[in-house]
């Protein structure tokens, strides 16, 4: 049947829907890193839910692609990818009254004030398709996973400033897949799959890649979904 959120009680094992009558179908379910939001996906809705666990207050975000959102490392703000249009100008200009134009869809990363409810296009206005993206552990940076739609170039990881500038690509090989980026505790490295895009038999492999100096290692020749051990206290 189709997806639906659940509450698992560690201690006992009792679970409970999130919804009352467990029939909404819910994915990608989000906590805050405060505890106070979860942001899922509704089907039902299409779009992106964030409900305040502690006062009942709710937010609501047309999003039809589904994809989960990422909490900034204080709770106050989430990025989503959402899809969204770019309008594509000829040779006469940008002025929309004298010429024809055209529109494209992209997929674009929106950051969210849950506050305020301010939602900003951290993406621009360019062609591309936007995912997966990971704040840093400071909250300085994103990562995040980017390709050019309609074309045959593989997904690339690239890092930028949680409003939008000081975009840098990480990777630059089009025929691979690299991520979803994961951060390490200090924010040197950042942890990802990739994959060659165009060979069937090919088998992700786990990589690491040092953020500032851009030097990349595999840490596994044959694995999938990484993920970093927490730091000893």
């Given amino acids: 049947g189709p997806p639906a959120l659940w509450w698992l009680d560690t201690q006992t094992a009792a679970v409970?829907?999130?919804?009352?009558?467990?029939?909404?179908?819910?994915?990608?379910?989000?906590?805050?890193?405060?505890?106070?939001?979860?942001?899922?996906?509704?089907?039902?809705?299409?779009?992106?839910?964030?409900?305040?666990?502690?006062?009942?207050?709710?937010?609501?975000?047309?999003?039809?692609?589904?994809?989960?959102?990422?909490?900034?490392?204080?709770?106050?703000?989430?990025?989503?990818?959402?899809?969204?249009?770019?309008?594509?100008?000829?040779?006469?200009?940008?002025?929309?009254?004298?010429?024809?134009?055209?529109?494209?869809?992209?997929?674009?990363?929106?950051?969210?004030d849950v506050g305020t409810g301010e939602q900003h296009n951290i993406s621009g206005d360019s062609r591309v398709e936007d995912s997966v993206p990971a704040w840093s552990p400071d909250g300085q940076w994103l990562a995040f996973g980017r390709r050019a739609p309609g074309t045959a170039a593989a997904r690339q990881l690239w890092i930028m400033r949680p409003d939008g500038t000081e975009a840098r690509a990480l990777t630059d090989d089009p025929s691979t897949n690299h991520g979803p980026p994961i951060w390490s505790a200090d924010g040197r490295y950042v942890l990802f799959q990739q994959i060659p895009q165009n060979d069937l038999d090919a088998v992700p492999g786990i990589w690491r890649i040092d953020v500032q100096t851009g030097e990349k290692e595999q840490l596994v020749p044959s694995g999938m979904q990484p993920a970093w051990l927490p730091p000893s206290k």
């Avoid at 959102?69 to 006469?92: C, M, T």
């Avoid at 002025?95 to 990363?109: G, R, S």
């Fill in 16 to 112: 409970l829907p999130l919804q009352e009558d467990g029939n909404q179908q819910s994915a990608f379910g989000r906590p805050s890193p405060d505890g106070q939001w979860l942001s899922y996906h509704s089907a039902n809705k299409e779009g992106l839910l964030l409900y305040n666990l502690v006062n009942g207050a709710s937010r609501f975000i047309a999003n039809e692609i589904g994809m989960a959102a990422a909490w900034s490392p204080d709770g106050r703000q989430l990025v989503v990818p959402l899809l969204d249009l770019v309008i594509l100008h000829g040779e006469e200009g940008e002025d929309h009254q004298t010429h024809e134009h055209d529109y494209q869809t992209a997929v674009h990363l929106l950051r969210l």
